[in-house]
C-alpha cells in the first residue's frame, strides 16, 4: 500500500464518516450469534416475500385468495403439486404462506417507520421546547400508552366495519408511538445541554433547525434500533387481528390462514395447514427480536463484552 | 378394649352409629344423583340465551331453550312436516261464510298445576295484538274477533281470508293468562307498554312444554326439568308415544365450536346443538362414540342488492352479476359439499311450493363462458369498457374501466357480508364474489362487518349497495316470499330490504295471500318465484345442510326432520339407554 492510496483511503473517510461508523458496528455486529441468526432468519423471510409473485406466474391456480386446484375440493396433505398441501378449498397452502411474508413485512415496517417518525418528532419536540408542550405531549404520549391497542381496534372495526390493510397499518402505528417517544424525549433532553447545542443557539439556527439538523442525527441510532421492536409488536397485532376475524379479508395474512384453520374446524385435522403460519409468525417476530438486541449492543458500549470493545 | 366403662362404649357405640348413618345417606344421596345425572341430556350451546322472555327471544339461543317450555297448538310432524295438533285436540274447522277458524284443545296443564283452558289461548291473540308484539304481529293483526264458548274451544273470526292463519298464527306460543295479565297492566300504566313488556325478565317462567326452568346460573349453566303436568306424558300423537322420559336438560355455554366438540369426544356432553363445521366431521365420523345426523334445512343464503340506487336499479347488472356468481364452485368447495343449490327464492326440499321452472343463470358454465355471457348481457344493455373483457378475438382478458350506459364510470361498490368470525361462509362468498365481479372489471369489495352493524345499515338506514345475508330458519309457509318483495314491506325495518318495487307483483302477492285453495296459491306463488328470479333483487346462493354430533350408548331416540335432530319430537322421545 502506497503513502497516496492510504491518504485517498483517509479522505474517503472523512468525508463519509457513517461508513466507518458502519462498519465499525458491522464488526461488532458480526460477532454476536444473535444477531446472525436473526439477519439469516429475515433474509429468508425476504426471500420468501419475493418469492411468493413466482406461484400465480406458474399457474392461476397457485393464486392464493382465488386459485383452486381443479382436481381438489378439500384440505389434503403435502403433495408434489402442493408442497405444503391444500387449503379447504383446494388452494395451495405454500402460496398463501409466500404471500403472507409478503404482508407481514408490508405490516411491520410501514407501521413501524410510521410510529417511529411520530415518536421521533413528538418526542425531540417535548424533550426540546420543555415545559408546557413537554407535559401536554407527554400526558398525550402516556393517556396512548394505556390504551389497549387491540380493543380499541376491534372496536373500531366493529363500528366501521371491516377495515382494511392500511388502515390497520395506520391505527397500529398511532398507538405505539408513545414509547418511542419517552426514550427519544430523554435522549433529547440530555442532548439539548451539550455545548454544540448552545453553540447552535449562539450562531442563531432556528428552534427547527436545531430539533432536525443537530438533535436528530443523534438519536436516530436508537430509533431505529427501537423500530425493531416496534415491526414485532406491528406483525403480531395483525396476526391477532386476522386471527379473531378483524383483518382486512382482500389479504392472505399468516393470521388469516390461521382463522380459516380455525374457522373451517380443521385446526386439530390438519397440522401441515396450521403450523406453518403460526411457525413463521413466531420466526419473523423472533428474527427481529434477535436483530434489535444485536444492534442494541452494537449502539450502547455497556452492554459489550470486555473483548468486544477493544 | 378392657379399660373402656360403660359410658365411654355407649359413646363410642354412638358414634359409629352416626357415622354408618351419615356415610349410608351420603352413598345413598350419591346414588340417587348418579341416577338423576344418567338420566339429563347435556347439550352443548355456543352462546347463552339472552333472555327466557318469550316475546323478546329473537336470538337463536333464547329461542332454542324458550321452544322446549312454550308450546303453540299445531307443530310439524317430522316425517311429512304436515301441521298436526299439539296443543289443539283436533285440526282447526274452518268455516268460509263466516271466515271463521274453530279450535278445539286439549286437556292440559301449566307448570304451576293450573288448567291451560281457551281463555289462555284468546288472550296471547289478544295480547299479541294489543301491544303489537314485533315478532308475532303481522300473524295477528287480521284477526278480527276471537270468542271462547267453552274453555276447550276457541273461535277466531278473520277480516279477510287469511292462507297464513294456521301455518303461521296457530303455530305461535301460547303463555298463561294469569301469568302475563299482571304484567300487561302494569306496563299499561307506562308510557312505552311495549318496551316495558320486552324488558321484562321472566324469571320462573309458567308453560306447558315437557320441560320447565329449575336453574339458570348465567355465565355458566341453564338446567330445564321434566314438567311434570305435561300434556303429552303418556299420550300418542302421530303414533308417537310421548315422555319425556328423561328428567331433564342441562346447557352448558361453550364460546367455540372447538371448546364444544372437545366436550362432546370427552363425553362432557351429550349433544353440540348447532351445525358441525366440514372440517370436523372426518374426525367425528371416525370416533366410535359419536354419532352423526345430517338433515336438510329450510333456509337460504342469498346476495341482495340495494335497487333503490344506481347501478343495481338496473336488472340487467343483476342479471349478469347473477350469471357471474358460481354457485356450484360456492357448494362444493366452501360448503365442502354440505349445501343445496338455490334456484329460487323457496327452498327446493319445500317441494309442494317450490317453482322448478325459474330462469338458471350461469348454469353449467365454466369461469370463461360466465363471462362471455355477462359481457354479452351487459354490452347488449349499453355498458362499455375502457378494456373490455372479452377482446376482438374473443378471449377472456382482465376487463378495465366499465361505464354505465349513460357513459359515467361504475363506482366502486361493497359486497357486505357478515364476518368470517359470525360465518365464515358467507364471508369467503362475499371474497370470492369480488373476484368474480373484477374479472368483468366490475369495481366490487367484499366487506366484512360486525353483524349488528351489517343489519342496521341494511335493514334500517338502507345505506349499502349489496349484501351476502341469510335466513336460517325459513317457514314452510312460502308468504315470506310476499314479505321479503312487496313493495309496502319497502321501509325502516321493513321485510324488503332490496327495496324491490313492482305493481304486478304486489298485486299477485297480496291474492297470494288471500287465496284459501292451496292449489290455486301455488300457481300464484310460482309466478311470484318466476317474476323475482326474472327481475333479481336476490340472487339465491345456497341451503345448506346440517350436520349434528350425538353421544352414543348416553340416550336413544333422537327423530330426524328438517332443520336437524333438535327438535321437540326428540326432546319428548329420548330415552336414556
Given at each position: 500500500m502506497t503513502e497516496s492510496d492510504s491518504s485517498n483511503r483517509m479522505t474517503a473517510k472523512e468525508k463519509y464518516p457513517w461508513i466507518t461508523s458502519f462498519l465499525e458496528g458491522w464488526s461488532i455486529f458480526r460477532q454476536n450469534l444473535l444477531g446472525k441468526i436473526g439477519l439469516v432468519l429475515l433474509i429468508i423471510f425476504a426471500l420468501m416475500a419475493i418469492c411468493s409473485y413466482i406461484p400465480p406466474w406458474i399457474s392461476p391456480m397457485y393464486n392464493p385468495m382465488t386459485g383452486v386446484d381443479p382436481e381438489i375440493t378439500s384440505c389434503t396433505p403435502p403433495s408434489l403439486r402442493h408442497w405444503l398441501g391444500t387449503d379447504f378449498m383446494g388452494r395451495d397452502i405454500l402460496s398463501q404462506l409466500l404471500a403472507g411474508a409478503r404482508i407481514a413485512f408490508m405490516v411491520g415496517i410501514s407501521a413501524a417507520v410510521m410510529s417511529i417518525v411520530l415518536g421521533v418528532s413528538i418526542g425531540m419536540t417535548a424533550g426540546y421546547m420543555g415545559k408546557f408542550v413537554d407535559t401536554l405531549l407527554m400526558r398525550l404520549a402516556d393517556m396512548i400508552m394505556v390504551m389497549p391497542t387491540l380493543l380499541v381496534v376491534l372496536l373500531l372495526s366493529a363500528v366501521f366495519g371491516q377495515l382494511n390493510i392500511w388502515t390497520i397499518v395506520l391505527i397500529i402505528a398511532l398507538f405505539r408511538w408513545p414509547g418511542?417517544?419517552?426514550?427519544?424525549?430523554?435522549?433529547?433532553?440530555?442532548?439539548?445541554q451539550r455545548p454544540f447545542i448552545e453553540a447552535a443557539k449562539v450562531a442563531g439556527a432556528s428552534h427547527f433547525r436545531i430539533i432536525f439538523m443537530h438533535i436528530m442525527p443523534n438519536v436516530l441510532p436508537l430509533a431505529f434500533l427501537f423500530m425493531t421492536?416496534?415491526?414485532?409488536?406491528?406483525?403480531?397485532?395483525?396476526?391477532?387481528?386476522?386471527?379473531?376475524?378483524?383483518?382486512?379479508?382482500?389479504t392472505v395474512s399468516w393470521g388469516m390462514m390461521l382463522q380459516w384453520v380455525w374457522k373451517t374446524g380443521h385446526m386439530f385435522q390438519a397440522p401441515y395447514w396450521l403450523l406453518p403460519p403460526g411457525i413463521c409468525i413466531s420466526l419473523i417476530t423472533l428474527s427481529f427480536y434477535m436483530l434489535g438486541r444485536a444492534m442494541d449492543e452494537v449502539l450502547d458500549p455497556r452492554l459489550r463484552k470486555e473483548d468486544q470493545t477493544d | 378394649?378392657?379399660?373402656m366403662n360403660a359410658k365411654q362404649r355407649r359413646f363410642s357405640c354412638r358414634w359409629v352409629l352416626i357415622l354408618a348413618c351419615a356415610t349410608m345417606l351420603l352413598t345413598g344421596s350419591c346414588l340417587v344423583s348418579t341416577a338423576s345425572a344418567a338420566n339429563i341430556l347435556k347439550m352443548g350451546l355456543l352462546q347463552e340465551p339472552k333472555t327466557l322472555n318469550v316475546w323478546r327471544a329473537s336470538d337463536r339461543w333464547s329461542r332454542k331453550v324458550v321452544g322446549l317450555m312454550y308450546q303453540p297448538l299445531y307443530v310439524r310432524d317430522p316425517e311429512t312436516l304436515k301441521l298436526i295438533p299439539w296443543l289443539a285436540a283436533e285440526p282447526p274447522l274452518f268455516d268460509e261464510k263466516t271466515l271463521c277458524y274453530t279450535v278445539k284443545i286439549r286437556p292440559a296443564k301449566w307448570s304451576d298445576g293450573t288448567e291451560l283452558t281457551s281463555e289462555d289461548v284468546a288472550f296471547t291473540a289478544r295480547f299479541i295484538n294489543e301491544f303489537k308484539v314485533p315478532r308475532y304481529r303481522s300473524k295477528w293483526n287480521f284477526v278480527k274477533k276471537i270468542e271462547t264458548p267453552d274453555k276447550r274451544t276457541v273461535k277466531f273470526y278473520l277480516k279477510e281470508p287469511k292462507a297464513i292463519f294456521v301455518s303461521r298464527s296457530l303455530t305461535t306460543p301460547i303463555v298463561q293468562k294469569k301469568e302475563w295479565t299482571k304484567l300487561a297492566e302494569e306496563a299499561r300504566k307506562t308510557k312505552k307498554p311495549l318496551k316495558r313488556l320486552l324488558n321484562e325478565k321472566i324469571k320462573n317462567p309458567v308453560s306447558s312444554g315437557p320441560f320447565v326452568l329449575k336453574e339458570w346460573r348465567q355465565g355458566g349453566f341453564l338446567y330445564l326439568q321434566k314438567n311434570k303436568h305435561?300434556?303429552?306424558?303418556?299420550?300418542?300423537i302421530q303414533g308417537r308415544l310421548l315422555g319425556p322420559y328423561i328428567d331433564g336438560v342441562i346447557f352448558k355455554i361453550y364460546g367455540t365450536s372447538d371448546a364444544s366438540i372437545l366436550?362432546?369426544?370427552?363425553?362432557?356432553?351429550?349433544?353440540?346443538?348447532?351445525?358441525?363445521?366440514?372440517g370436523y366431521i372426518e374426525d367425528l365420523r371416525a370416533n366410535p362414540d359419536i354419532e352423526l345426523f345430517q338433515n336438510e334445512k329450510s333456509a337460504l343464503y342469498y346476495m341482495g342488492f340495494n335497487l333503490r340506487r344506481a347501478p343495481f336499479n338496473d336488472a340487467n347488472l343483476r342479471r349478469a352479476i347473477a350469471t357471474l356468481v358460481d354457485e356450484d364452485f360456492i357448494i362444493k368447495r366452501i360448503l365442502q359439499g354440505y349445501g343445496i343449490r338455490m334456484y329460487s327464492i323457496i327452498p327446493p326440499g319445500n317441494a309442494f311450493w317450490y317453482c322448478p321452472d325459474v330462469p338458471r343463470y350461469g348454469e353449467g358454465l365454466d369461469r370463461e363462458a360466465r363471462i362471455k355471457k355477462a359481457f354479452g348481457i351487459l354490452r347488449d344493455a349499453g355498458y362499455t369498457w375502457d378494456v373490455p373483457p372479452v377482446d376482438g378475438s374473443g378471449k377472456v382478458v382482465n376487463g378495465e374501466g366499465i361505464k354505465l350506459p349513460d357513459g359515467k364510470p361504475m363506482e366502486k361498490f361493497t359486497i357486505l357480508t357478515p364476518p368470517a368470525d359470525y360465518d365464515p361462509h358467507r364471508a369467503m362468498c362475499g371474497m370470492m364474489m369480488q373476484e368474480w365481479l373484477r374479472m368483468l372489471g366490475i369495481p366490487a369489495y367484499s366487506k366484512p362487518m360486525a353483524f349488528g352493524a351489517l343489519l342496521q345499515q341494511v335493514k334500517v338506514r338502507h345505506d349499502f349497495d349489496s349484501f351476502v345475508l341469510g335466513y336460517g330458519n325459513l317457514s314452510l309457509d312460502p308468504d315470506y316470499l310476499r314479505n321479503f318483495f312487496i313493495s309496502t314491506n319497502d321501509k325502516k325495518r321493513g321485510w324488503n330490504m332490496s327495496g324491490y318495487n313492482n305493481p304486478h307483483f304486489d298485486k299477485i302477492a297480496n291474492e297470494s295471500a288471500s287465496a284459501m285453495n292451496r292449489d290455486k296459491r301455488r300457481n300464484l306463488i310460482w309466478e311470484m318465484q318466476k317474476i323475482i328470479i326474472g327481475d333479481v333483487p336476490y340472487i339465491p346462493l345456497y341451503d345448506p345442510k346440517l350436520i349434528e354430533a350425538v353421544r352414543k350408548g348416553r340416550f336413544t331416540g333422537w327423530v330426524q326432520m328438517l332443520g336437524g335432530v333438535g327438535n321437540i319430537w326428540s326432546f319428548c322421545q329420548l330415552k336414556p339407554m
Open positions: 418511542v417517544s419517552r426514550i427519544i424525549r430523554g435522549q433529547t433532553l440530555s442532548l439539548k421492536f416496534r415491526v414485532t409488536s406491528a406483525i403480531i397485532t395483525e396476526a391477532a387481528l386476522a386471527f379473531l376475524g378483524f383483518g382486512d379479508p382482500g | 378394649m378392657p379399660c305435561f300434556f303429552g306424558t303418556g299420550k300418542k366436550s362432546l369426544k370427552k363425553g362432557s356432553i351429550d349433544m353440540f346443538w348447532w351445525g358441525i363445521q366440514p
